[in-house]
Nanobody, 123 residues
């Protein structure tokens, strides 16, 4: 069983930065591809970024590439999402997800999901 716990969300002004963390429990954490999704009020959950089990391959939604960076530290069993130059439209609940391979995570068919962390960007 794998459990995901997100942290690092909060209120930030437009132009600011936040780093989200996803703590992963389980023996085989390093074998899972990981990703971040977000869901804004009244909208469907959307893919943000994903990273392969080794960390050597990443994938981003095109509109966020350059502002957001996903990384992982398998020794610490933690996945990060560094968010820079935040905009009010980045306001959403951000979810961490784990899946077998990168394509599984990117497609939203992850096996495991966290409870989410709220990010609010004020203008």
């Amino acid at each position: 069983q794998v459990q995901l716990v997100e942290s690092g969300g909060g209120l930030v002004q437009a132009g600011g930065s936040l780093r989200l963390s996803c703590a992963v429990s389980g023996r085989t954490v390093s074998t899972y591809a990981m990703g971040w999704f977000r869901q804004a009020p009244g909208k469907e959950r959307e893919f943000v970024a994903a990273i392969s089990s080794s960390g050597g391959d990443t994938h981003y939604v095109g509109s966020l590439k350059g502002r957001f960076t996903i990384s992982r530290d398998n020794a610490k069993k933690t996945v990060y999402l560094q968010m820079n130059r935040l905009k009010p439209e980045d306001t959403a609940i951000y979810y961490c997800a784990a899946g077998g391979v990168l394509s599984t995570v990117v497609s939203g068919r992850s096996i495991y999901w966290g409870q989410g962390t709220q990010v609010t960007v004020s203008s």
